[in-house]
């Protein structure tokens, strides 16, 4: 038996929660025995992940309870919402990381060390390989909150890389260098800031119903004229919640058919659509004649 998208999803966040948890520690050590300020920044960044998918997990986990009298939509519109958090977290993070990396310029240290490299080397490729899966599943179910998830990994592996530069070129020039790594740490924390954005905007489009669906209205539209009796369609809104796409459809039939053959049209295409796109949710059929 297969999973539902939501199930997917909850079971990706638990993977992002462990992985982000065994890597801050590593990290966290690695930084401070290792005389790496932007490792420690890095460290950081995934300490702030594990919180954000914390929060991605209790907002799918939310988001897929069952509509009731108060929700007759369900409880998508949590995805969105959770998605904003954790933004605040990614944000919060860039914020830290920015300032403890300028404090840091600001004050002379040692030299990181060299076996350093040889740890922030195969984490880069960890997280990217994260990344990856995680954006992989976020694109397969549609989700705003697990691409921001995914981003997180994302993030992390651009932090690892501007480390590793910062360190290579610390050690590489030697002495009047040490600060390379933290000028790499507030590099990096700037492109957090803009991937923030790039979270934060479409699921702003999400909570404000905003008109982003033209290829799933050219889809329903397609499958709409496949039904006997549909001549054509009118006007198509789609409103995400969570995971699944509301619809409102006007459907144009022969105008001298009778009411009851108008009704029973719009059963058929509204089960037709939903069985074509099992992620669509509410389908309203709205059956207009034909001039």
């Known amino acids: 038996m297969s999973k539902s998208p939501q199930q997917?999803?909850?079971?990706?966040t638990y993977w992002s929660i462990a992985s982000n948890a065994l890597l801050a520690v590593i990290k966290a050590i690695a930084g401070f025995a290792g005389n790496s300020y932007a490792l420690i920044a890095d460290a950081l960044e995934s300490t702030t992940d594990i919180f954000s998918s914390l929060l991605v997990l209790f907002g799918l986990k939310y988001a897929n309870?069952?509509?009731?009298?108060?929700h007759p939509y369900g409880h998508g519109k949590a995805e969105p919402l959770i998605t904003f958090l954790v933004v605040g977290f990614l944000i919060t993070s860039a914020t830290i990381i920015a300032y403890v990396s300028i404090q840091n310029i600001k004050t002379p240290h040692e030299l990181p060390k060299v076996w350093t490299l040889f740890i922030l080397i195969p984490l880069i490729i960890w997280k990217e390989i994260?990344?990856?899966?995680?954006?992989?599943?976020?694109?397969?179910?549609?989700?705003s909150a697990l691409k921001a998830d995914a981003w997180h990994h994302r993030s992390d592996a651009i932090t690892s890389v501007a480390a590793l530069i910062g360190i290579s070129i610390a050690l590489y020039f030697?002495?009047?260098?040490e600060t390379a790594d933290d000028w790499a740490a507030l590099f990096a924390s700037g492109f957090i800031f803009y991937n923030s954005y790039l979270i934060f905007r479409p699921a702003l489009s999400e909570v404000m119903d905003e008109h982003v669906y033209d290829d799933l209205i050219d889809e329903i539209r397609e499958i709409s004229k496949t039904v006997d009796g549909v001549i054509s369609t009118e006007k198509c809104f789609i409103r995400k919640s969570g995971m699944i796409y509301h619809v409102d459809l006007h459907a144009i039939v022969n105008a001298t058919i009778t009411v009851k053959d108008g009704h029973e049209i719009a059963h058929v295409l509204k089960d037709t659509l939903r069985n074509k796109l099992p992620h669509l949710g509410?389908?309203?059929?709205h059956v207009e004649p034909s001039i």
């Open 8 to 12: 997917s999803a909850i079971n990706v």
């Open 65 to 70: 309870k069952p509509a009731d009298d108060n």
């Open 130 to 143: 994260s990344f990856q899966m995680v954006m992989k599943k976020a694109k397969e179910i549609k989700s």
């Open 174 to 177: 030697g002495k009047g260098y």
């Open 282 to 285: 509410h389908v309203l059929i």
